[in-house]
């Protein structure tokens, strides 16, 4: 079975700081990951994905998420904070189940951007 | 041009009643999914299907009941709503059945159920 655990239920930065969420993974298979993002009262929209090629993964509005398999690991990044930043992401792994496709999210984290 | 459709988005009904949510997807995908979101955000998958075939059930209540009439929609049926059934519910669709496949999410309906 596959899991994730993201560390830190809320995370506060400034405008212009680094931003980084971490993601830790558990899985018996190599994985699959992807990072989510959630604007209050939407759905969820994809920031970025491995899937098993390159190890750092580039994604949408400036984020990038590197897959470190000796860390277990795959944390989200960017350079820069921005107040439209503000939002929940969620990790999250795949892995067939029963012949099925489940994708399983960690509890996502909350990004204040303050200025 | 929305991708992933649901209807409605907001429903408050009384506890006991029958409601149905409905889910489109214009994106040619063969799978289908409805996940539920809690109060604290906490996202789970409840059913899956492919190409109108059940796929995952995941432990929900026979209260829950998904239908596909066509690959393009998956609804939801809840019989006798309780009070633990609000949250946000969420349709989700891709290409196909593989890992890598990216699940693109509908806006959520919001259910309260008084």
């Known amino acids: 079975a596959q899991s994730v655990t993201q560390l830190g239920s809320h995370v506060s930065v400034s405008e212009g700081a680094l931003v980084l969420l971490r993601c830790n993974y558990s899985?018996?298979?190599?994985?699959?990951l992807f990072w989510y993002v959630q604007y209050p009262n939407q759905g969820l929209q994809l920031l970025l994905k491995?899937?098993?090629?390159?190890?750092l993964v580039k994604g949408i509005n400036g984020f990038e998420a590197e897959f470190k398999k000796s860390e277990t690991s795959f944390h989200l990044t960017k350079p820069s904070a921005h107040m439209s930043d503000a939002a929940e992401y969620f990790c999250?792994?795949?892995?067939?189940?029963?012949?099925?496709?489940?994708?399983?999210f960690g509890t996502g984290t909350q990004l204040k951007v303050e200025l | 041009d929305t991708a992933v459709s649901q209807t409605p988005k907001y429903l408050v009904t009384q506890m006991g009643n029958d409601k149905s949510i409905k889910c489109e997807q214009n994106?040619?995908?063969?799978?289908m999914y409805w996940y539920k979101q809690d109060s604290k955000k906490f996202l789970k998958i409840m059913f899956s299907?492919?190409?109108?075939?059940?796929?995952i059930n995941e432990t929900v209540p026979n209260r829950f009941s998904p239908k596909s009439p066509d690959k393009a929609h998956l609804n939801l049926h809840i019989n006798s709503l309780e009070l633990g059934d609000s949250a946000v519910y969420f349709c989700?669709?891709?290409?196909?059945?593989?890992?890598?496949?990216?699940?693109?999410f509908g806006p959520g309906t919001r259910l309260l159920v008084l």
């Open positions: 989700a669709s891709s290409q196909g059945l593989a890992e890598r496949e990216t699940q693109y």
């Open positions: 899985s018996s298979v190599p994985p699959y």
């Open positions: 491995y899937t098993s090629a390159a190890t």
């Open positions: 999250a792994v795949r892995g067939l189940t029963g012949g099925g496709n489940k994708l399983t």
């Open positions: 994106l040619g995908h063969d799978t």
């Open positions: 299907y492919n190409n109108k075939e059940l796929i």
